[in-house]
């Protein structure tokens, strides 16, 4: 992603006075642009959410007239969520208004995954976005109808870029001229990629709930053993569930365990069987050396992503998937 959109620079249209019912000002309280893609020239904020990690479903493709208001494909992803909803003044058009953001998108190096317009989006495109809008974002939901009014006339782009260091962004805009003297629309929906903050929940995994675990289960999962990616070499915050595993094999001496190393599905599979593996064994010999446990007593195997526990489909479940579990012998 170029320097431009981050910095909103947008080459728009110089626009004349507004109509008499567009809004003075911006309504939402509080709310403001995105630094990734301003607004168009002379439209007023009405509408704004931002949520910091979520997983979220962009609209991908057409929808048609099946009674389900279901688009033909949905692009998932997770980060952080913003919408926003404006609208614009009467004398301009749907057309005007998309044209300048996607130029503003083209600029910034962004490659446009989906775009679609009027008939072309399908006859229940615009029934969806009138649903995706909603209410709850908006002040005052008189400003809504922009959305309810324009929902025949609309047009879309989906579009993808990548910043600086690695993460991405993705936008999707929504546009609908104004119809029957009400106002234009233009609905933003941005997810951008970003590591979400952990330690936010902490887990009592001492060593009396692993033995627990294992004598119910037969084997406990340990999500506090921590690698940096695609590493072997044990992170120092690693050390308060070494020292709970350890007081666990300490406590029953007759236990043996293997040290099973688990990753997500991302990936070569064989680098990931052989990373799972390095891993198992780094686990096991710092037990060894750091805590006194007999070597005989670990055995440690790398499965990569051959157990899940939850779907690789996404971030959350692909967290849980990478982990340390010690297993009964």
């Given at each position: 992603?170029?320097?431009?959109?981050?910095?909103?620079?947008?080459?728009?249209?110089?626009?004349?006075?507004?109509?008499?019912?567009?809004?003075?000002?911006?309504?939402?309280?509080?709310?403001?642009?995105?630094?990734?893609?301003?607004?168009?020239?002379?439209?007023?904020?009405?509408?704004?959410?931002?949520?910091?990690?979520?997983?979220?479903?962009?609209?991908?493709?057409?929808?048609?007239?099946?009674?389900?208001?279901?688009?033909?494909?949905?692009?998932?992803?997770?980060?952080?969520?913003?919408?926003?909803?404006?609208?614009?003044?009467?004398?301009?058009?749907?057309?005007?208004?998309?044209?300048?953001?996607?130029?503003?998108?083209?600029?910034?190096?962004?490659?446009?995954?989906?775009?679609?317009?009027?008939?072309?989006?399908?006859?229940?495109?615009?029934?969806?976005?009138?649903?995706?809008?909603g209410t709850k974002i908006f002040a005052d939901t008189?400003?809504?109808?922009?959305?309810?009014?324009?929902?025949?006339?609309?047009?879309?782009?989906?579009?993808?870029?990548?910043?600086?260091?690695?993460?991405?962004?993705?936008?999707?805009?929504?546009?609908?001229?104004?119809?029957?003297?009400?106002?234009?629309?233009?609905?933003?929906?941005?997810?951008?990629?970003?590591?979400?903050?952990?330690?936010?929940?902490?887990?009592?995994?001492?060593?009396?709930?692993?033995?627990?675990?294992?004598?119910?289960?037969?084997?406990?999962?340990?999500?506090?053993?921590?690698?940096?990616?695609?590493k072997v070499e044990l992170k120092p915050e690693s050390k308060?569930?070494?020292?709970?595993?350890?007081?666990?094999?300490?406590?029953?001496?007759?236990?043996?365990?293997?040290?099973?190393?688990?990753?997500?599905?991302?990936?070569?599979?064989?680098?990931?069987?052989?990373?799972?593996?390095?891993?198992?064994?780094?686990?096991?010999?710092?037990?060894?050396?750091?805590?006194?446990?007999?070597?005989?007593?670990?055995?440690?195997?790398?499965?990569?992503?051959?157990?899940?526990?939850?779907?690789?489909?996404?971030?959350?479940?692909?967290?849980?998937?990478?982990?340390?579990?010690?297993?009964?012998?």
């Amino acid at each position: 992603m170029t320097k431009h959109m981050l910095l909103s620079a947008f080459a728009l249209a110089a626009l004349g006075p507004a109509h008499a019912a567009m809004p003075a000002q911006d309504t939402v309280k509080g709310g403001q642009d995105h630094p990734l893609l301003s607004r168009f020239d002379g439209s007023k904020l009405v509408g704004h959410e931002a949520k910091e990690y979520i997983d979220v479903q962009l609209v991908a493709g057409k929808v048609p007239d099946d009674g389900k208001r279901t688009p033909e494909k949905w692009l998932p992803l997770e980060g952080r969520y913003t919408r926003l909803a404006y609208n614009y003044p009467q004398e301009r058009s749907s057309l005007e208004v998309m044209r300048n953001y996607e130029a503003a998108l083209k600029q910034a190096g962004m490659t446009v995954l989906y775009s679609c317009a009027k008939e072309t989006c399908g006859p229940q495109f615009g029934a969806l976005m009138l649903e995706r809008v909603g209410t709850k974002i908006f002040a005052d939901t008189s400003f809504r109808s922009a959305f309810n009014y324009g929902r025949k006339s609309e047009r879309y782009v989906l579009a993808q870029g990548t910043r600086p260091d690695g993460s991405t962004v993705h936008a999707a805009v929504y546009v609908v001229d104004p119809v029957d003297r009400q106002n234009g629309g233009v609905y933003l929906e941005l997810v951008e990629s970003r590591t979400m903050e952990a330690g936010k929940v902490s887990a009592d995994l001492s060593a009396e709930t692993m033995a627990k675990r294992i004598a119910s289960e037969g084997k406990v999962a340990i999500y506090g053993v921590y690698f940096d990616t695609g590493k072997v070499e044990l992170k120092p915050e690693s050390k308060p569930a070494l020292e709970e595993m350890a007081k666990l094999l300490r406590s029953q001496p007759d236990l043996k365990v293997y040290i099973v190393g688990h990753t997500d599905s991302q990936g070569n599979f064989a680098s990931n069987t052989e990373l799972s593996q390095r891993r198992a064994d780094t686990v096991a010999k710092a037990l060894e050396a750091n805590y006194k446990i007999d070597a005989k007593r670990l055995l440690p195997r790398g499965v990569a992503s051959l157990a899940p526990v939850a779907s690789n489909d996404g971030e959350p479940g692909r967290e849980k998937n990478r982990r340390v579990e010690l297993v009964k012998q």
